[in-house]
């Protein structure tokens, strides 16, 4: 749904991004010292260390959004004795990003990217972020590899990081790549231009799926929201969009979880501490076993990841439909996760929601700064160093990782209420379906369906619950504020 029209301009978006940013602890504009170092860097081009393996001749792909120019890592694999083997190439953040330099200050004060719908903040400047430590297509790059070889039975039998010189080949999206993974469109051109890529994708796709069963088997869990992401266009307009879920980014998330569990063992085994992040035992267990029978299943007692995921499973097979809404729920039960200090051999808080016991973060370094921190960790693993990162510093990284991560969590939301307020302030009257998304002392919630955007009740929320189908009239939209509300029919 695009929405232009003078409207749109009378609302300054870009602005009440900046506010939002500093309101929320960010600083939207780099010091001087950052833009010093980016100098320094323009200058003096960190070298490669003469050990990197010469991976360049690989058929490296990567997926990411449509729009993402800030690529951390690329995908290979190939049939071996027994399975397959897999390679993840992460971009080497850490040889622009030192420990203790001005950028990697900057960093972790604000510990992650801000993706505002209308502008992004990098937590690197992009001449590196976009640029130098981005994994585009047809650039050499320096990347730290981890591989791993998956069995027949899905099980990680062998691995290995070691820094390589990668050049990623085929820079392909999300929405375009799986469709065609799917069935349900054609291959995207650079696929259609090389059989070689394509049985290369659809070989990666096949693994994926072996590892997610794999996961499944052992409760991961299958939660599928649809969220809408409201983004400024270039042209001005406004377009609302679902996020897109699919088979490519089932893909890379499988990818992503095994390779982030193998770092995380091996750092272990190595008797290196490391951030983790997880999500601890559910805060809501008790609203979640209600929902449950509420639809006739009886869930334990006490939080137990592999009988919810059954029971989501069901639910996914018997009412599709309604399906992303349970899940929202759910997610909303769970909690949100938190960053930890985990040192060797403790036993590991695993991830509630992904049923996984290792979980670190490490893929992604250009927007996240606990993965910086944990390839900076394996580097010293790999040189058989001591770690650059005493426990107490740790510690005090994950804390603040959690805390910057829970403000951006809520400035995103406030974005996106406040750009799908632009975006809809010339359909007031207009009527839509909705589901009753929240019901609390601070009133009732709703998401219309067609667009995807969340608002309150204003008027006549009686008797209705969270699930329940409603047809809703928008009745007033306030951007400053980020409100949109509606009345019943």
């Known amino acids: 749904m695009g929405h232009s029209g003078n409207h749109a301009h009378a609302f300054d978006l870009k602005a009440a991004a900046r506010r939002s940013m500093v309101e929320h602890g960010f600083e939207p504009e780099y010091p001087a010292a950052v833009k010093q170092q980016l100098e320094e860097l323009r200058e003096h081009p960190p070298t490669e260390p003469a050990a990197a393996r010469d991976l360049r001749g690989l ?5 990411d959004n449509d729009t993402s120019r800030d690529l951390d890592q690329i995908e ?12 993840i190439g992460i971009a080497d953040v850490d ?76 820079q392909l999206a999300y929405k375009s790549a799986g469709a065609w993974l799917a069935g349900e469109a054609e291959a995207p051109a650079k696929v259609a231009a090389s059989a070689e890529l394509a049985q290369q994708l659809k070989m990666q796709d096949e693994i994926a799926q072996r590892l997610r069963l794999q996961r499944s088997n052992h409760g991961a869990l299958n939660l599928l929201t649809l969220e809408t992401q409201a983004i400024l266009v270039s042209d001005g307009s406004i ?97 949100p996760g938190e960053y930890v200090l985990e040192k060797p051999g403790e036993l590991a808080q695993g991830h509630f929601g992904l049923a996984v016991e ?32 005493s426990d107490d510093e740790l510690a ?27 975006a809809l302030a010339g359909r007031v009257g207009q009527s839509f379906d909705a589901i009753v998304t929240g019901v609390g002392d ?38 400053e504020r980020g409100y949109i509300d509606f009345a019943r029919e």
């Open 76 to 87: 290979y694999a190939e049939a071996v004795a027994g399975g397959h083997r897999v390679l």
């Open 239 to 335: 377009e609302l969009e679902g996020e897109v879920k699919n088979q490519a980014t089932q893909l890379i998330e499988d990818f992503m979880i095994a390779a982030n569990g193998v770092v995380a063992r091996m750092l272990d085994a190595k008797g290196y501490s490391s951030i983790r992040r997880v999500v601890k035992t559910p805060k809501r267990w008790d609203r979640i076993v209600e929902l449950a029978a509420q639809k006739g299943t009886k869930l334990p007692a006490e939080p137990d990841p592999k009988p919810l995921h059954d029971f989501l499973c069901e639910q996914q097979a018997k009412d599709p439909e309604h399906f992303p809404d349970l899940s929202l729920a759910v997610i909303k039960l769970l909690g």
């Open 59 to 63: 058929l490296w792909s990567s997926i």
């Open 396 to 422: 005090q990284v994950a804390a603040q990782c959690t805390r910057m991560e829970d403000a951006e969590r809520k400035l995103s939301r406030e974005m996106q209420k406040r750009i799908a307020a632009v």
């Open 442 to 479: 601070h009133g009732t919630f709703v998401r219309t369906l067609q667009p995807h955007v969340d608002g309150m009740l204003v008027h006549d929320g009686k008797g209705i619950d969270v699930g329940d189908r409603v047809r809703v009239k928008l009745v007033r939209t306030d951007p």
């Open 358 to 389: 290792h979980y670190t973060h490490s893929t992604a370094p250009n927007r996240r700064y606990a993965d910086l921190v944990m390839q900076r960790l394996l580097k010293a693993m790999m040189a058989g160093e001591k770690s650059p990162y």
């Open 95 to 170: 040889a622009y990003v030192p420990k203790g330099s001005a950028i990697d200050q900057h960093a972790l004060r604000e510990t992650t990217t801000v993706y505002t719908g209308v502008e992004n903040f990098g937590m690197l400047p992009d001449e590196l972020s976009t640029g130098e430590t981005s994994l585009l297509e047809g650039q050499e790059r320096a990347a730290v590899v981890c591989e791993f070889t998956v069995d027949a039975q899905a099980q990680i039998t062998a691995s290995d990081v070691y820094r390589a010189r990668v050049v990623n080949r085929g």
